[in-house]
């Protein structure tokens, strides 16, 4: 998985609780993607960021905030977290100039 | 909003036979075409990608076929196998300093021994 790793893979927790999804790299890319995959819609943007201390948000970025103090991670946070947040998420990661998008191995995520 | 379309849903082949994947787009910025593949329990993974100055790419037994005019593109899987059982995604992005990525919603991909 190109050097990404995500934690935990998997968690459990109760409606109206904050977690913390990590995505760590160790290819030096400039580029990093939280994404969200859900049956019937494929796999959607949450937030990226661009560099140290830049992000921005993508198409579902309600409910969710990121933050990236080191080139090597990237933060998710469902500051109280809903069920209708159970989901796959993915990282990725990317140089920017080869377009291509490398994935981890995902975290699957449960809220009761 | 749907960006990429993409079809069937689901597809099931025999071995041997040839698997045909369609994606439609809207944003005519676009510029860039993916196709992931991904198994279970794992992430996706870039198979092939096509830019929009060529009609055709091939890699092995995987063919992009892209039209531009019709805003269309084409995943095919010659001589297929059952070890190609997967879902398939296709991707779009555009111009932008983050090269985000639009995803097809999937095909679920079973091919037959």
């Known amino acids: ?112 | 909003q749907q960006q990429v379309k993409q079809s069937p849903q689901s597809l099931i082949v025999q071995k041997g036979g040839i698997s045909i994947i369609n994606c439609a787009y809207e944003n005519t910025a676009f510029d860039y075409f993916p196709w992931y593949q991904q198994f279970p329990g794992k992430g996706p993974a870039l198979l092939i990608a096509i830019r929009p100055d060529v009609s055709e790419k091939k890699e092995g037994r995987f063919t992009i076929s892209f039209n531009k005019s019709a805003k269309q593109f084409s995943l095919h899987i010659m001589d297929s196998q059952p070890g190609d059982s997967a879902t398939y995604f296709c991707a779009a992005s555009g111009t932008g300093s983050a090269r985000q990525l639009t995803f097809g919603s999937g095909t679920q991909l079973t091919v037959l021994p």
């Open chain 1, 1 to 112: 998985d190109a050097g990404i790793t995500q934690s935990p893979r998997h968690k459990v927790t109760e409606t109206g609780t904050p977690v913390t999804l990590r995505c760590h790299q160790t290819e030096n890319h400039r580029y990093m993607y939280w994404y969200r995959q859900d049956p019937g819609h494929g796999l959607r943007l949450i937030h990226y960021s661009y560099g140290v201390k830049d992000t921005d948000k993508g198409e579902v970025s309600d409910g969710y905030s990121v933050s990236r103090s080191k080139t090597e991670d990237f933060l998710l946070t469902l500051e109280s977290a809903t069920s209708s947040q159970t989901s796959v998420y993915f990282c990725a990661i990317s140089d920017g100039a080869a377009e291509t998008q490398y994935f981890g191995p995902g975290t699957r995520l449960l809220v009761l």
